[in-house]
């Protein structure tokens, strides 16, 4: 037994041993351990604590002192160094033509060694970008190709089923993963509905593989010939979850049925003839469900509940009222009922309300006659008798004949319109 901690390398899934020495690490602890790359800053997830030797991997490397803020702020440079050297290879990349995809830059912890990673569909010459890079950095440069599974782990991200990459989460290394998983699990072959962001198959088709396989043996395979309570027939489907199969009954082929795993009695496995088959009398008894008492009594409240149904009246009667009311508005009366005497007794009689002093003052006040326009008289006035003017004499003491209102003769036009007056 050998006592070690255990630590993550730059928000990594995996965990390394080291040995702690005369130290005490808690979990969460900052500390700087010795790699073959030289010092690193890393975290603690594991305290203090024994291991079997088999598990540890030779030689085991030993921590340095726990971290201070003099090492802190010397990983804060050692990041600002990756940006840097990130945007410059993309440039040295771009000017070289190089059909790659860079992902990363690491910088190690004192600074002496640069690690970029990328991406490439086949082998690709970097000879002379790792010159470029050297002449711009002055450190040790080193480009190492990786895989898509490895670059979903490395930039992280959301899957499908809305939670983060379980690769980037607390996978320590890639299970393998096939096909055969989907079609055990009954899964779609669609590639688009079982392959992950990284564009292979989804990691969790692993999970729960094993359960499957479990169910798969004890479950009768597709077109078995089984019995069931209801008779012989063939199985069509198999739901491993749930433990039931769905049987085409020899007397009604047409209505299948679904039956639990104990319900039904295997006579053949799989495909097959039915020949020498002999089906047995007694059938399966059918699994009896029993129904569990509920853990917590009803509550019973104190208030009363009335639905809104029992408290609105029915649409119909709605209406009814609706029509009646307006009716009623409309001919200014109520029904026969409300004016019987014997409902309705005499109500004293209500005096006048009191008006007031304007009301009073526009009630005295004579009416005014409306305005006249344009010299008319007004609608249902009286006419006034004209006084009698006496003839006008001319100086010679003829009097004269009263002209038209114009002030001029119109002379009469004749037949033919010619404007003569007539003989």
């Known amino acids: 037994m050998k006592e070690v901690i255990s630590v993550r390398f730059r928000s990594g899934c995996k965990n390394y041993y080291f040995s702690p020495g005369q130290l005490t690490v808690a979990p969460g602890q900052d500390v700087i351990v010795e790699t073959a790359q030289g010092p690193e800053y890393v975290t603690c997830t594991q305290g203090n604590h024994t291991v079997e030797d088999h598990q540890v991997v030779e030689p085991l490397r030993r921590v340095l002192r726990p971290a201070t803020e003099n090492d802190r702020r010397s990983l804060q440079m050692a990041r600002a160094r990756e940006k840097e050297a990130f945007a410059v290879c993309q ?19 004192d600074g002496n060694k640069l690690l970029f990673f990328f991406t490439a569909d086949g082998r690709v010459d970097f000879r002379e970008l790792v010159k470029d890079l050297a002449a711009a950095f002055h450190a040790r440069i080193e480009l190492r ?21 379980c690769c980037s989460q607390y996978m320590d290394d890639f299970i393998p993963v096939s096909i055969k998983m989907a079609k055990t699990q009954n899964l779609s072959l669609n590639p688009a509905k079982i392959s992950g962001t990284c564009g292979r198959l989804m990691c969790c088709l692993k999970y729960e593989q094993e359960a499957y396989e479990d169910a798969a043996r004890r479950m009768p395979k597709n077109d078995s010939f089984v019995q069931t309570p209801d008779g012989p ?62 853990e917590f009594p009803a509550v019973v409240s104190d208030f009363l509940y009335s639905s809104p149904e029992a408290a609105e009246p029915p649409a119909e009667e709605k209406r009814e009222s609706g029509r ?87 002379p009469r036009r004749g037949p033919g319109g010619s404007g003569k007056t007539e003989a």
């Open 91 to 109: 440039k040295k990349i771009a000017q070289r033509g190089l059909e790659m995809k860079l992902v990363r830059a690491e910088s190690s912890f």
């Open 324 to 410: 009646s009311g307006r009716n009623r508005r409309r001919r200014g009366s109520r029904p026969a009922e409300d004016r019987s005497p014997e409902k309705n007794p005499p109500k004293a009689q209500k005096q006048p309300p009191k008006q007031s002093e304007k009301q009073a003052d526009k009630q005295t006040d004579k009416p005014r006659p409306p305005r006249r326009r344009g010299g008319q008289k007004p609608e249902g006035a009286a006419p006034q008798a004209a006084k009698p003017q006496p003839p006008k004499q001319a100086a010679g003491g003829e009097v004269k004949k009263p002209r038209h209102r114009s002030g001029r003769r119109h």
């Open 145 to 165: 190709q990786i895989g898509v599974r490895d670059e979903a782990k490395m930039l992280g991200g959301l899957g499908i089923c809305g939670r983060p990459f």
């Open 233 to 294: 027939g063939n199985i069509s489907a198999v739901n491993l979850l749930k433990e039931q199969v769905t049987v085409r009954l020899d007397d009604q082929p047409e209505s299948p049925r679904c039956y639990h795993n104990c319900e039904i009695c295997v006579l053949r496995n799989g495909k097959g003839s039915r020949d020498g088959i002999q089906v047995p009398r007694e059938r399966p008894a059918r699994m009896v469900v029993e129904e569990k008492p509920e």
